[in-house]
């Protein structure tokens, strides 16, 4: 059983577009992130939701909208796609808002042309 | 400015050999440590944890040593077996700030 999913593993595109890439867990876990894996292997987190409402929302360009209509999917929403954005995206999930064990997807790779 | 620091992009190790991850940090107030490993086409997935009122936590193969004073962890793994060949992350965070702060990992590669 999957425990954090994500759709599409891989996404290209051409700048200019808008694209959502979707994430779910079945872990029951009550916050959420999206991360993001830049050029130099960093991972940078984006955004973070408890329960539905966000409570980290780091220095992103607000074409970048995650979206949670329940506790188990934080989806990210990415308008006027640029050369910039291309990386690979990670959700992951933790039980509770204390740093601990956090749980990850397996990725998506944004391409964009 | 790099808060968490893997000096180290690769670390080639032979097989049953006792392999040595190292992480640096700037951060006098991160009170929480952990590693993971990451495959190719997969997502981090965690290892091992520790907490700044510990100096050590083992699980294993797996050992992880804290030295507050010198801002430094390390993480042993012994013995190495190839398919602990992977990239290892160090993260850390501080008190009720709930982000994880992030190294750039390190790739081990264990030879037969």
């Known amino acids: 059983d999957t425990a954090v999913s994500q759709t599409p593993k891989y996404l290209v595109t051409q700048m200019g577009n808008d694209k959502s890439i979707k994430c779910e867990q079945n872990l029951g876990h009550d916050t959420m992130y999206w991360y993001k894996q830049d050029s130099k292997k960093f991972l940078k987190i984006m955004f973070s939701y408890n329960n539905k409402e966000l409570i980290i929302n780091e220095t992103v360009p607000n074409r970048f909208s995650p979206k949670s209509p329940d506790k188990a999917h934080l989806n990210l929403h990415i308008n006027s796609l640029e050369l910039g954005d291309s990386a690979v995206y990670f959700c992951?999930?933790?039980?509770?808002?204390?740093?601990?064990?956090?749980?990850f997807g397996p990725g998506t790779r944004l391409t964009v042309l | 400015d790099q808060q968490v620091k893997q000096n180290s992009p690769s670390l080639s190790v032979q097989e049953g050999r006792i392999s040595i991850l190292n992480c640096d940090y700037t951060?006098?107030?991160?009170?929480?440590f952990l590693w993971y490993k990451k495959y190719p086409a997969e997502g981090p997935t965690f290892l091992i944890s520790i907490s700044s009122i510990k100096d050590k936590n083992e699980d294993g193969r797996f050992t992880v040593f804290l030295n507050k004073s010198a801002k430094h962890l390390s993480l042993h793994i012994v013995p190495s077996q190839p398919g602990d060949s992977a990239v290892y992350f160090c993260?850390?965070?501080?008190?009720?700030?709930?982000?994880?702060?992030w190294g750039a990992g390190t790739k081990l590669i264990i030879k037969p």
């Open positions: 951060n006098s107030m991160f009170d929480y």
């Open positions: 992951a999930s933790r039980l509770g808002l204390r740093t601990d064990t956090q749980y």
């Open positions: 993260a850390a965070s501080a008190g009720s700030n709930y982000q994880l702060i």
